[in-house]
């Protein structure tokens, strides 16, 4: 946003275009995350509160799934940051 | 009072002060590595930067960790820790990946990488005076970790990639091991589906450490942009906001990330190297 703005004022097309990308990238990327990161804590709630002795062998598969679908926001957001140095 | 203070950083923050004189800030310089010592063997880098000090200082401390947790005369509350370690590594870690039969040979393995990845990672969050740069002589301390390198976390990957095909290659033999890679698919679909599968296998090198340096990264760059956006915006009063900010996403990072990210490395490394040994089909 900040740089957006700098860059429209200076007139540098190009590098607003790109902050705009790396900005859409890492949201979307996120919003995906998002939904898949609530998703797990919800199952894991609803699972619990059916079998609360499941709770310990639980908490092991949500902490991978959490981890692995966070993780898909900082793929973005590698990408991201590389398309906006490099290119 | 409250509402008043309120109103006074609102104002302050509304107020375009020296909006036009930008202060000079880069998060990204915090992650340049910088030759201490310069150690070169043939084409080989060998220096010693940033991320070597910490990686050593690292090594150093989950050592010190093994040793004061686990060797304990009189139980007590440190035994307690250790075993509360232990147990994470043992059931949660190595039983969950391999097979029964291996745990053994391959506990050590991915106990020592979660213990040394938390421990970095750990080291990571702490103000060392480690940054390479001094005040009027005296080191300026600040916060850096060294599994916010890539070159660190591949290297970590490599040592799992490594493990794994070995194993899968000794237990299995090799055309048993690399048959077992691709699935039992229509045989028209086999040249799709034969470089993706050897793809994949690779994108688990790539997934492995991408993850763990991608969130260090994201981490520190986090924190340090909501600290340095007062600079950046030259206006003291940011702080009302930025410090509360930044200090709730240390501890995010403190209390789950970094603990979560060495559970993750050390349970996949188990994972990938069990279902080398034993291939399900």
Do not use: C
Request: proline share 4%; aromatic share 10%.
């Amino acid at each position: 946003m900040l740089h957006t703005v700098i860059a429209a004022a200076s007139g540098d097309v190009t590098k607003a275009g790109k902050a705009i990308a790396l900005a859409l990238g890492i949201g979307l990327g996120s919003l995906g995350a998002g939904i898949g990161i609530g998703n797990i804590f919800g199952s894991m709630i609803q699972s619990v509160a059916r079998q609360p002795e499941l709770r310990g062998e639980l908490q092991g598969i949500q902490w991978l799934g959490f981890a692995l679908t966070e993780a898909v926001v900082f793929y973005g957001l590698i990408g991201g940051l590389l398309a906006y140095v490099l290119v | 009072m409250r509402y008043r203070l309120l109103t006074v950083a609102l104002l302050a923050l509304a107020l375009p002060s020296a909006a036009s004189a930008r202060g000079e800030f880069d998060p990204s310089e915090e992650f340049q590595q910088h030759e201490w010592v310069s150690i070169h063997l043939g084409g080989l880098n060998l220096s010693i930067t940033k991320a070597v000090v910490y990686l050593f200082l690292g090594a150093g401390l989950t050592m010190l960790l093994g040793i004061v947790l686990m060797r304990v005369r009189i139980p007590g509350r440190r035994q307690a820790a250790g075993v509360i370690v232990y147990e994470i590594a043992q059931t949660q870690v190595a039983e969950q990946g391999l097979p029964s039969k291996h745990v053994g040979r391959w506990f050590p393995y991915v106990a020592t990488l979660m213990l040394f990845i938390w421990t970095v990672n750990m080291l990571g969050f702490l103000p060392l005076p480690l940054t390479g740069e001094t005040w009027h002589g005296v080191p300026t301390w600040g916060i850096y970790a060294a599994t916010s390198s890539l070159s660190v976390t591949l290297a970590l990957a490599i040592l799992t990639f490594i493990f794994t095909h070995v194993e899968g290659i000794r237990w299995n033999g090799p055309v048993h091991y690399f048959k077992s890679w691709i699935p039992e698919v229509p045989k028209a679909l086999l040249p799709l589906i034969i470089p993706l599968e050897i793809l994949g296998q690779f994108m688990r090198l790539i997934s492995l450490s991408v993850r763990l340096y991608a969130n260090m990264l994201a981490g520190h760059m986090l924190i340090l942009t909501f600290i340095g956006l007062m600079f950046v915006l030259e206006n003291v009063f940011l702080a009302i906001v930025v410090v509360p900010a930044a200090t709730a996403f240390y501890l995010f990072e403190v209390v789950i990330v970094v603990s979560i990210q060495a559970f993750i490395f050390a349970a996949l490394s188990a994972i990938y190297i069990g279902s080398a040994i034993e291939p399900e089909h």
